[in-house]
T-cell receptor, first 115, second 113 residues
Framework: EAQVTQNPRYLITVTGKKLTVTCSQN?????MSWYRQDPGLGLRQIYY???????DKGDVPEGYKVSRKEKRNFPLILESPSPNQTSLYFCASTPQITGSTDTQYFGPGTRLTVL | GDSVTQMEGPVTLSEEAFLTINCTYTATGYPSLFWYVQYPGEGLQLLLK?????DKGSNKGFEATYRKETTSFHLEKGSVQVSDSAVYFC????????????FGAGTRLFVKA
């Protein structure tokens, strides 16, 4: 089944404790992206990657890191989480990097709480 | 910069009522426009899209027409069902490409039996 998976789905942690949220897609998509969803703000893009070893900042990159060592995986890293990073996080992938018409395929989300 | 504005919710309707969720956008050129739906506890999934002016996207009884003159992409459905209860997001991707997708704040829809 074609899908985007994220792990963990739920995470409660404390300020300053490094964490990684994994994202994997099995559709051979070139483009992947991370978003955070907050009430009243919709989804805001954190980072995106157009291919292996190619990443760039979105609208709200502060406090986050990403890497793209393999085409299928795009982990989100919080080196020193803070309470303002408490949010619902979504990973998404898209087949092509040249088509602004392309659909994004979303993972199920990771709900992160930073105490 | 580019932006998407959609009506605030929640919207509460009775089953079989007519639905309209307004969406307007600001963008240069001809962006692609999307409606995504998020059911409780799930990720977003594409509902419909339109990639050029006057295109109509449709799916599952939902429709939206890309109106360049009014910069709008309103979502409509003639008869909603309880199973349509979800959060609906309007989004655009700029014509210039890349993947700077911009989402609206989302509109929560409740449909009562």
């Amino acid at each position: 089944e074609a899908q985007v998976t994220q792990n963990p789905r739920y995470l409660i942690t404390v300020t300053g404790k490094k964490l990684t949220v994994t994202c994997s897609q099995n559709m051979n998509h070139e483009y992947m992206s991370w978003y955070r969803q907050d009430p009243g703000l919709g989804l805001r893009q954190i980072y995106y990657s157009m291919n292996v070893e190619v990443t760039d900042k979105g609208d709200v990159p502060e406090g986050y890191k990403v890497s793209r060592k393999e085409k299928r995986n795009f982990p989100l890293i919080l080196e020193s989480p803070s309470p303002n990073q408490t949010s619902l996080y979504f990973c998404a992938s898209t087949p092509q990097i040249t088509g602004s018409t392309d659909t994004q395929y979303f993972g199920p989300g990771t709900r992160l709480t930073v105490l | 910069g580019d932006s998407v504005t959609q009506m605030e919710g929640p919207v509460t309707l009775s089953e079989e009522a007519f639905l309209t969720i307004n969406c307007t956008y600001t963008a240069t050129g001809y962006p692609s426009l999307f409606w995504y739906v998020q059911y409780p506890g799930e990720g977003l999934q594409l509902l419909l899209k339109a990639t050029k002016a006057d295109d109509k996207g449709s799916n599952k009884g939902f429709e939206a027409t890309y109106r360049k003159e009014t910069t709008s992409f309103h979502l409509e459905k003639g008869s909603v069902q309880v199973s349509d209860s979800a959060v609906y997001f309007c989004a655009l991707t700029p014509y210039t490409g890349g993947f700077k997708t911009i989402f609206g704040a989302g509109t929560r829809l409740f449909v009562k039996a």
